[in-house]
């Protein structure tokens, strides 16, 4: 069965440091999202992408924040300067044909 | 004000026991979904609703759309139902928006 997959799995990273957090969606799924959940929260809407352009994005995906397809394959969120608080779990996930959305594993970011 | 509200956030069951999770929005949706969450952190989807009823061996799921009301019932549950169970509202394609979860924990 096709599934989302996200790369690395756990990040640690200096405050200030820029990261990448990689995922390949399913193939043929055409929108994408980014998701996080802080220890002991919720998770929580970050941005959606359609068409290689954001649909939408929350009050969190401020301008440190930014998501490109740079190959037609790879989907990836950049954190240009870490914050302690960006420290978190990330899910990708893309949306199916019957509108469900499949989840990957999770990138576990930490800020030190 | 959240806009998706889990209850009961705890429940602990003994192995064989019906459980009942409850789910309530107050906005529009497209769908309602089910969501799984283990220990290890992983999301799995269990069901996606729009409206009336799904079954998926032990679980059923069941939407109201009027009452903005969603339930997910484990029949004869078992220790390795033991997760968070996620509610999340769709809206459109752009987003869900997360309940706080039910942590679930049944006992042999």
């Known amino acids: 069965e096709p599934e989302v997959t996200q790369t690395p799995s756990h990040q640690v990273t200096q405050m200030g440091q820029e990261v990448i957090l990689r995922c390949v969606p399913i193939?043929?799924?055409?929108?994408f999202y980014w998701y996080r959940q802080i220890l002991g929260q919720k998770v929580e809407f970050l941005v959606s992408f359609y068409n290689n352009e954001i649909s939408e994005k929350s009050e969190i995906f401020d301008d440190q924040f930014s998501v490109e397809r740079p190959d037609g394959s790879n989907f990836t969120l950049k954190i240009r300067s870490t914050k302690l608080e960006d420290s978190a779990m990330y899910f990708c996930?893309?949306?199916?044909?019957?509108?469900?959305?499949?989840f990957g594993p999770g990138t576990r970011l930490t800020v030190t | 004000k959240n806009e998706v509200e889990q209850s009961p956030q705890n429940l602990t069951a003994q192995e064989g026991e019906f459980i009942t999770i409850n789910c309530s929005y107050s906005v529009g949706i497209s769908a309602l979904h089910w969501l799984q969450q283990h220990p290890g952190g992983g999301i799995v989807s269990l069901f996606m609703?729009?409206?009336g009823k799904k079954k998926h061996g032990r679980l059923i799921a069941t939407i109201n759309i009027q009452e903005k009301h969603s339930s997910l019932h484990i029949t004869a549950s078992h220790p390795r139902d033991s997760a968070v169970y996620i509610c999340a509202a769709a809206i459109n394609t752009d987003k869900l928006i997360f309940g706080t979860g039910t942590r679930l924990q049944v006992f042999p």
């Open positions: 609703l729009s409206s």
């Open positions: 193939s043929n799924h055409l929108y």
């Open positions: 996930a893309s949306l199916g044909l019957v509108y469900e959305q499949y």
